[in-house]
């Protein structure tokens, strides 16, 4: 090869040439071949199995959840059955609306029962929420904290729900007396007529207001 002078080589006589440059001209056309494979056929194969790979992860990620969830259905069935069972707990803890009266009575009469007298006791119209009605009793009333404590823990022991808010404690006219105002609220499960009267009559106010 030390004694070979590519300037004497001719192009078109490629057969004439020596052996040894036509070795060296055949690897540098391989390696050549080779480059030009690689960007224009293998690495697009790489990328194709790159997205691949990342596409089994998810799909696997997919497949082991949808797999646990599967495997907890029954859990899961025992667990809805269990809210079920729970909120129709809490629906008969919700007044009728023909034992609404009878439950503003048992307030009432817890309070009388507790010592303290009442200077206000107004209950006011019902607002409806979702599929219940919510019924505000505006309270105010006098006696001692013993009294006050006493007419909670009765409130709290009644059978149907009732929450108390606003509590406001003052000192009454009297030195031995305190006043409280306390505004509760007891609610009523509303059947699919109510619902839907009430949804009624709020788009025609909602129409006339227009």
Partial sequence: ???????????????????????AV????????????????????????????????????????????????????????DMETSFGTMLRQLPSKTEVEALIVEISQTGLSSGVNFQLFKPNAEQQIEFYAELPIEMKMTGSYHQFG????????????????NISIKKGKDSNKLSMEVLAKTYR??????????????????KRGR
């Fill in 150 to 165: 006493e007419f909670v823990s009765g409130i709290a022991a009644l059978p149907r729900i009732v929450t108390l808010h």
């Fill in 26 to 81: 055949i690897a540098v056309l391989c390696i050549i071949v080779l480059i030009a494979g690689y960007f224009l056929d293998i690495s697009g194969q790489l990328e194709v199995r790159e997205r691949s790979q990342k596409q089994e992860v998810t799909l696997k990620g997919d497949f082991e959840t949808k797999q646990a969830k599967a495997a907890n259905l029954e859990a899961y069935k025992q667990q809805l059955a």
């Fill in 1 to 23: 090869m030390k004694d070979i002078d590519l300037n004497d080589l001719d192009l078109s006589a490629i057969g004439s040439w020596p052996n040894p440059v036509k070795a």
């Fill in 189 to 206: 499960y509303m059947d699919e007529n109510e619902i839907a009267q009430a949804n009624s009559s709020k788009q025609k106010n909602k």
